[in-house]
């Protein structure tokens, strides 16, 4: 069956240091691919997607991720986090409308 | 962003009985809505795809008769879980794009969390 899988349950960091959160997918053909992030008490919002064309994708809020085919993954980067940026994270890959969520990484900042 | 609403946020109900939660698009049209579950510490899991106007298409091991969906405006949507039983207790979220395709953006509600007595 397909799946999503993301591989840290919880991360905790301190502020300023460098963040990534693995997701791996086992999807064959042709796919696309979302994080999506989930602060405190909110619904969850779209941070960024890929389509087609640069690997490298850039976000909002200094996010990017990078879809590595060979790798089958889609990890969500930020250089340097921040206490805000305490939250749920999701990564989500769609396949000729199936559409799928990892289970998410919670991730806590230290200020 | 868009946004979308869902109502209640939060419900309690005793085995047996229905309950009805609202998914609305407050300031753009839904063309497809979607519904999830999700369990504590897991993905959410779609359980069902509906465009306005048309009958939800179920995901597999999703019971129709069960989870009522209907969208029948382009800025709201319904999802009646009928006789409930404690293991339907979970965390549904609502999301809505503009589009037909689920590769359009989802915009996504703030979740109801239903428990069954």
Known sequence: ?????????????????????????????????????????????????????????????????????????????????????????????????????????RLTVKP | GAVVSQHPSRVICKSGTSVKIECRSLDFQATTMFWYRQFPKQSLMLMATSNEGSKATYEQGVEKDKFLINHASLTLSTLTVTSAHPEDSSFYICSGTEGLSSTDTQYFGPGTRLTVL
């Open chain 1, 1 to 105: 069956a397909q799946s999503v899988s993301q591989h840290n349950h919880h991360v905790i960091l301190s502020e300023a240091a460098s963040l990534e959160l693995g997701c791996n997918y086992s999807y064959g053909g042709t796919v696309n691919l979302f994080w999506y992030v989930q602060y405190p008490g909110q619904h969850l919002q779209l941070l960024l997607k890929y389509f087609s064309g640069d690997p490298l994708v850039k976000g909002i809020k200094g996010f990017e991720a990078e879809f590595i085919k060979s790798k089958f993954s889609f990890n969500l980067r930020k250089p340097s986090v921040q206490w805000s940026d305490t939250a749920e994270y999701f990564c989500a890959v769609n396949s000729l409308n199936d559409m799928r969520f990892g289970a998410g990484t």
